[in-house]
C-alpha cells in the first residue's frame, strides 16, 4: 500500500523541525550572572543574561526594603523597625536578537544584605533566571593626616538593618566615641568628629555592635561583622593650643646669645693684657660667665611656670558647630473660620516669632494659651496648657503681635484661643540649641555647657557628652523644663580640646532581640538618622597655662650648659701659678 505523498511531506517537515525545536528549547531557560558577586556601594559590577525574549526592554531589579523607624507612645518611643519589601530597580537593558544582555552599572547605596537580582518586564512581570549579589559595609576618613582639631569625616556605606548590622561603634584610641547607623538614610552614614591629641599617630578603628558597646570579637559572633582600622596622623599636635615662640622666649634667647658674644669680646681684649694681669681677669670672666648662666637658669625656670599670652594663643578662634537636620512642622490647613499660625514655626528659645490670628470676632479680646508638657519619664507627666497673653482683635477679625519663644522643652508648642480644633492651632516647634560660656583657661577650668529646648519624648529628652573623643555620659532636660547644663572640669597638656554634645535615645522597647535597631544612652554620630533628628554640636576649648610657658625655658636652657662649661674652660686654661702663690711671701719678706 502507497503512502499518500502528502502524509509523507508532512512527516518530512516534522522530523526537520525537531532539532530547530529542541534547539529552543534548550535556550528557553533564561539565566543571569553579576560579576563580582560581591562589593561596596560605587563599586561597578557587570550583569550578563541569556535565554531570555529577544529583542525586549527588560529592568534588572533586587529585592531590597524600605525601612524607618516605627515611633508610637505617650511618651513616644521608638518601638519597632518598618520595613516593607521593595523591588528596586537597577538598570534597564534591551536583550539581541538571540534573547542575550548585559550591562555595567555602580553598586547604589542600599543596606548591607545579600541580594536577589531577576529580570523584570516593562508591564511588570517577573521573569525566570536569578543571580545573587552581597553588599558589603564600607568604612572610610577624610582627611588622613593633619593638625590638632581636624575635622575628620567618616563615610560608611552598606549598615543593615539587623541587630548585628545596622550600626557600628568608632573609637579613637581605645576610647569610644559613640555609634552611627543608616536606617532612614539606606544605609549610608556620612558625619564629622574632631582630631584630638598630641602630634603622631592615633588609631580609629569602628566595630559592628548589639547591643553596644562595640562587638570586639566578630568572628566569633552568630553573625560576623566586619573591623575598620585606619590611623590619623596629627602633624603640629598640641603646637595649635599655644606653644609657638613667646616674647620671654625671644628675650632669654636674644639674652643668653649677648652674653656669649660678650664674654667672647671681653676673652680677647684681656688677651693684649700682660700675663699677670691677664691671669686674674681671665679668672674672673670665668666666675662671672658661670653667674650669667645660674642667672639664665632662673630666668628660664620662673618663666617655665609663670603664665604668659603667646602669639599662638593670639590667634586661636574658637570653634562652634552645629549639624541640624531637617524637620517637619505639620502646617494649619485651616481655611476659614478661627486660625493662628505661627511665623517661623521652627525657632529657638528666646527667639522673636510673630503670632497671626484671623477669622476671630471682630474687636473682641481673645485670651490665647501655651501648651507644655509638666512632670517626668520617670514620675509621669501630662499636657498642660498656660495662659499666655490677651490680645484684642481688629475690625476684621484679625491680630498680629511678636514675642519671643519661652524658656520650655523642645519640640511642639501649640498657641490656642478657646476650643480652636488642632488644625486651627498655632504650631512652633521649639528646636535645640548648645552654647559654651568659656572658650580657653588653665587645664582645671570648670566650663558650662547649656543646652536648651532638650524635650520630653524619650527619644528627645536626653543628650550625651564626649570629652576629646571619649564618652563620658549623658544628662537629661525633661524635669528641668528643656534646660540641660554640664558643668565639665577642663583636663588635658596644654591645647586644643575637643568638646561634643551628641543626641542621643533614653529608652524604648527593650524586649531582648526584638529586632529595635537602636542604642539607648550612647551618642548617636549620625544625626540625620536620629528617630526624631536631633542635631550635635561641637565646641573647642584651649588650655593655657603652665605647660605652654615649659616650652620658653626649653629654648632658653640649652645656652645655659654651654656657658658653664665655656666659664670652666677658662678656669682650667688660667688655673692658680706657683708664682702666684708664692708671691705673698715674697712681699712679706721684702717689707721685713
Request: with cysteine; proline share 8%; glycine share 10%.
Amino acid at each position: 500500500m502507497k503512502l499518500p505523498w502528502r502524509l509523507i511531506a508532512i512527516c518530512l517537515a516534522l522530523l526537520c523541525l525537531t532539532p530547530a525545536v529542541s534547539f529552543v528549547n534548550a535556550q528557553s531557560a533564561p539565566s543571569m550572572t553579576v560579576s563580582p558577586t560581591a562589593g561596596i556601594a560605587g563599586s561597578t559590577i557587570s550583569i550578563s543574561g541569556q535565554g531570555y525574549p529577544p529583542n525586549t526592554n527588560l529592568v534588572i531589579k533586587w529585592d531590597t526594603v524600605n525601612a524607618s523607624y516605627v515611633v508610637s507612645g505617650n511618651p513616644s518611643q521608638v518601638v519597632g523597625l518598618n520595613a516593607p519589601p521593595w523591588e528596586r530597580p537597577l538598570v534597564a537593558v534591551v536583550t539581541n536578537a538571540l534573547g542575550s544582555f548585559s550591562a555595567s552599572l555602580a553598586v547604589p547605596q542600599d543596606y548591607g544584605s545579600y541580594y536577589t537580582l531577576q529580570a523584570f518586564t516593562s508591564n511588570g512581570t517577573t521573569l525566570p533566571g536569578k543571580a545573587y549579589f552581597t553588599l558589603d559595609t564600607s568604612f572610610t576618613i577624610s582627611p588622613s593626616n593633619g593638625p590638632d582639631g581636624t575635622p575628620i569625616v567618616v563615610t560608611s556605606t552598606g549598615l543593615g538593618t539587623g541587630l548585628y548590622t545596622f550600626c557600628y561603634f568608632l573609637y579613637w584610641d581605645n576610647t569610644m566615641v559613640g555609634y552611627y547607623s543608616g536606617i532612614s538614610t539606606r544605609g549610608t552614614a556620612n558625619f564629622t568628629f574632631y582630631a584630638s591629641g598630641t602630634t603622631g599617630s592615633h588609631l580609629v578603628e569602628a566595630y559592628g555592635a548589639y547591643p553596644g558597646p562595640g562587638y570586639l570579637n566578630p568572628q566569633q559572633s552568630p553573625y560576623p561583622t566586619l573591623v575598620f582600622t585606619s590611623m590619623f596622623n596629627i602633624t603640629s599636635g598640641q603646637s595649635s593650643g599655644g606653644l609657638g615662640l613667646s616674647s620671654s622666649t625671644t628675650i632669654g634667647t636674644l639674652a643668653a646669645l649677648a652674653a656669649i658674644v660678650g664674654a667672647g669680646g671681653l676673652f680677647v681684649s684681656v688677651a693684649k693684657f700682660e700675663p699677670e694681669r691677664r691671669k686674674k681677669l681671665a679668672r674672673s670672666l670665668a666666675v662671672i660667665m658661670i653667674i650669667i648662666a645660674i642667672a639664665i637658669a632662673g630666668f628660664a625656670a620662673y618663666f617655665a611656670s609663670t603664665p604668659s599670652s603667646s602669639t599662638a594663643q593670639a590667634s586661636y578662634t574658637p570653634q562652634a558647630t552645629v549639624v541640624r537636620p531637617a524637620v517637619y512642622v505639620p502646617q494649619n490647613n485651616a481655611t476659614t473660620g478661627p486660625r493662628i499660625s505661627v511665623s517661623p514655626d521652627i525657632a529657638s528659645v528666646g527667639q522673636s516669632v510673630t503670632v497671626n490670628g484671623a477669622g476671630f470676632p471682630a474687636n473682641t479680646q481673645e485670651a490665647l494659651s501655651w501648651s507644655t508638657r509638666k512632670g517626668s519619664n520617670i514620675k509621669g507627666f501630662k499636657l498642660v496648657t498656660e495662659p499666655l497673653q490677651n490680645v484684642t482683635t481688629d475690625s476684621s477679625g484679625s491680630f498680629s503681635f511678636n514675642m519671643n519663644v519661652p524658656a520650655d522643652l523642645g519640640g511642639f508648642h501649640y498657641i490656642s484661643a478657646g476650643n480652636l480644633t488642632p488644625n486651627s492651632n498655632g504650631t512652633v516647634f521649639i528646636q535645640r540649641t548648645a552654647s559654651i560660656n568659656a572658650t580657653q583657661g588653665p587645664a582645671g577650668s570648670v566650663v558650662a555647657i547649656t543646652l536648651l529646648g532638650v524635650g520630653w519624648t524619650f527619644n528627645t529628652n536626653i543628650a550625651a557628652l564626649d570629652y576629646d573623643n571619649s564618652y563620658i555620659g549623658f544628662g537629661c532636660g525633661f524635669n528641668s523644663g528643656g534646660n540641660v547644663t554640664f558643668y565639665l572640669t577642663i583636663t588635658g597638656a596644654p591645647g586644643i580640646q575637643t568638646i561634643d554634645v551628641y543626641p542621643s535615645v533614653w529608652w524604648g522597647n527593650s524586649t531582648p532581640y526584638n529586632k529595635i535597631p537602636i542604642e539607648y544612652d550612647f551618642p548617636m554620630l549620625s544625626p540625620q538618622d536620629h528617630p526624631a533628628l536631633m542635631p550635635s554640636f561641637h565646641f573647642t576649648f584651649l588650655i593655657t597655662g603652665s605647660g605652654q610657658q615649659g616650652q620658653s625655658g626649653g629654648a632658653i636652657f640649652p645656652y645655659v650648659l654651654p656657658m658653664a662649661l665655656v666659664g670652666s674652660a677658662i678656669a682650667c686654661v688660667f688655673p692658680p701659678t706657683t708664682s702666684d702663690s708664692d708671691s705673698t711671701p715674697s712681699d712679706e719678706v721684702s717689707r721685713k
